[in-house]
């Protein structure tokens, strides 16, 4: 893995390129949306890539609690950052896309409305993190967090379904379903690379910077502890 | 078990002589009632639709405040520690305070139910039997994760800010479950919220258990 | 084809989010490296 290291930030920029490159150049425009369809292809991929960062933070967060690795205690923080944000692409790119085609900016469309919970959920677990003190234990109060958090997801599915009770609503189209063209289809699948590769860079930024840091603060109270 | 009971006497006991937590408990609830309630004169369709929402926001807004009351009063005593220090399972805590918070939620609602009834015109008494199903089944899913929680925040710096922004989002599924039962409940009986009452129920459990098996790595100092 | 503003706005929320990201990134890292300068020269005494 550490001899792929080098490899990932120009994987980063030729899969994003190339995501583009499919997004507006190959791709034939959708008949029914027009041209905003194509928003559709980073809005879904960030969905993706913000499910993958609360699942690990789920994860991390188990590890942490049952071994207390300071790296599990890491991959959690940045997780939850890289979810975030994504999951903050996925909240802001669905109104704009609603907006022309629906006339809304906002249904309580199942899956919107429980993007917009994890959301809420995970900047709670951000909060906390940032605000719960100096206390050793927030680490361990932020994981707990993380892995209720994982384990309300199948019941907000299961809920928000009520929502909408018997009458078909006509905003709720399940998104994507118009996807016609095979060139449709991989420019979906690289988009969600370019996203997954750049989230991992990210990552792994965040998490080496996260290792400096008590590194930093370890020495910081040696040298206090000095004087 | 036995352990949990204890607590759970010990709470309620202490409870009782005071009759703190409960007594504001309940204004809190009646006087959040009334703000929400106030300018509206509904006619019987829209306080049935008013009525769910209402309850439940009345419910969850008071039950914070109530459970994490609970955990300060602990804290500024140092009793957790006292607790902890004696040969109990933290979990057994958990289910004693998880019962103490169940009953105290139930007390308020002994109140807030029938008011609602009566300032919104609406017959709950029809619907009683129903009601309750779906306010035990609400109360043990929000108790069990209002309870984790509050044992968390009562440990950090902003804590009367942080449990309700880490709870509420969670809590939304219950929510959802609990207004929808109670409106179908109010409208036709407890068969027709079937779907709504699978969502409360697997909501308390898989929070219950997870509340049971997480306290310990709140609480371990 | 008058959809064109919706299409920037989606892809410049994008944009500004990972810019700010990674602004936040570097600025931890600068302040991180003035940290370990400080601690150095404080050893160094």
Redesign the interface.
Known sequence: MRRLEPLLAPAVFVSMLAALWLIFMVVPTEKEMGIVQRIFYFHVASAWLAYMGFFTVAGASAVYLWKGSAAADRAALAGAEIGVLFCTFVVITGPIWARPIWGVWWTWDPRLTMTLILWAIYAGYLMLRAFGGDDEGVARYAAVLGIVGVLDIPVIRVSVRLLHGIHPNVLNQPKGSGLVDPSMRLALYVASIAMLLLAGWLAMVRMRQERLASEVAALRRQVEGRA | MRAALAILRKDLRIEWRTKESLSSLIVLGVLLLVALTVAYDPTPETAATLAPPVLWATFVFTGLLGIQRGFLVERENDCLAGLLGAPIDPASIFAGKLAANLVLLAAMQAIVVPLVGLFLHVDLGASLGGLVVVLLLGNLGFAALATLFAAIAVRTRAREVLLPVLLLPLLVPLLIGAVKATEHVLASGLAAAGDALGVLAAFDVIFTVAGWLLFTYVVRD | ?D??P??F???A??WI??FL??RR?AR??RE?EE??QD?RR??GR
């Open positions: 084809m959809n064109f919706y299409l706005a989606a892809y929320a994008i989010g990972l990201y990674v990134l931890r890292s991180l940290e370990i601690l404080q050893l």
